[in-house]
């Protein structure tokens, strides 16, 4: 899977999923790194890339065949996401075929599936999720932006901010605020169309890491959208969000998780031809230790991710594990990548090398899918929930 850890053959790995990587890694090499540093200049990944990597049938791997996606099952889709980012892409992949299509899979009408789901797998459509806004991220439940009942269809007008694929996206499914129940009941999931009259896009952001992934605000400005775009049931937003984040934030951990394996390869290699001293950097006891402590804890980490890249294939991935994953492999991803930085000296601090890339994207993976407060927020709720239950008894 990766090439100097001597990472044990993962559970659930099958000679398809060999035949997949290595299609994936040759089509990385072939069509992603030749062209990364210009996509990183023009802060997006072109259209013309998502195409391609829907004519090879690397987008939306877990949707079912009758929708034109890949009918495997969430490890396919895993291993993609895996290996870009084992290859240093960052590319809004996991958005698009993780996040969004699942929202139309599991709560749009049939005529939404067919309009959506068949060109997302073609890469010919492009999607994002809308729920932040600039003055709402973590507290999702105050979000701002209207969707305003006008008979048959909706009146929008707001704004969304840190919008993945934002720039390059053919629609989004935004979250909005269609009643005045309680703000959990108020809020519900509208496919908005970017060629739409009123929405207009925000120049891509300059970002500290992760600069080929265009990221931007979106405004609605008295947006008319029939009644048929909204997702699922008015009012059940909230819930949707609520069922799908942990999956989310799976595709976090495993895209840190996969980063981390990456940075670390490249570690090993430079200190075995990096020399100080009279000496290969991999020959001080420091570099050696150092090193096995990032490798030891990268396979506790995949082993607890495997076990929840299971669940979510099994369609049993609770929010509380969602949170554990992302908040622990992140953060390991922080721990290590800095390490790994440490081993580089001065060549790590420059832009050209993987890690001095990867160090800079591996900020952001604590905070987007929900800050790694937010994640123990969840994990300690449980916990007392737990406590609580046991005390009633
Ligand atoms: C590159 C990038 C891509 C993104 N992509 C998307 C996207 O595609 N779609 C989308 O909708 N959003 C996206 N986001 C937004 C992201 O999910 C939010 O930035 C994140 O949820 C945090 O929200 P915030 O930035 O408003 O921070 P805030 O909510 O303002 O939080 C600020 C700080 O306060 C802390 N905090 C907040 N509440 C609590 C609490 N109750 N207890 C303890 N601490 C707390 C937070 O942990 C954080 O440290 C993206 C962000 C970035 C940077």
Known sequence: MYK?????????????????????????????????????????????????????????????????????DFTFSALILERLRYAGIDFGV???????????????????????????AQGTMIGAIGMTEPSVGSDLKALKTTAQDRGDHYLINGSKTFITNGYVCDFVVAACRTNTGTPQEGISLIIIDADIDGFTKGHPFDKIGARAQDTCELFFEDVRVAKSNLLGEEGKGFAYMMNELPRERLGIAIEAIAST??????????????????????????????????????QVYQSYLDHCIELQSA?????????????????MYGKVVDECLQLHGGYGFIWEYAVARSYAASRVTRI?????????????????KDAYMADKK
């Not at 062209?35 to 195409?51: G, L, Q």
């Not at 670390?264 to 000496?279: G, H, I, P, Q």
């Open 4 to 72: 100097n850890l001597q990472i044990p053959r993962r559970p659930y790995q099958s000679e398809e999923h060999q035949m997949v990587q290595d299609a994936v890694d040759q089509f990385i090499k072939n069509e992603a790194l030749p062209n990364y540093e210009k996509w990183e200049k023009e802060k997006m990944i072109p259209k013309s890339f998502w195409r391609q990597m829907g004519t090879q049938g690397f987008l939306c791997m877990d949707v079912p065949d009758t929708y034109g996606g890949g009918g495997c």
């Open 94 to 120: 996991a958005v698009h075929s993780d996040i969004v299509a699942p929202y139309i899979l599991n709560y749009g009408t049939e005529d939404q599936k067919q309009r959506y789901l068949t060109r997302m």
């Open 261 to 298: 394996a990456g940075v670390l390869d490249a570690t090993l290699a430079y200190v075995t031809e990096r020399r100080a001293f009279n000496k290969a950097l991999y020959e001080f006891q420091n570099t050696q230790f150092k090193l096995a402590d990032c490798a030891a804890e990268l």
């Open 315 to 331: 369609h049993k991935l609770t929010p509380t594990q969602g949170a554990i994953a992302k908040l622990k492999a992140t953060e």
């Open 368 to 384: 987007y899918g929900g800050t790694s407060e937010i994640m123990k927020l969840i994990i300690s709720r449980a916990l007392f």
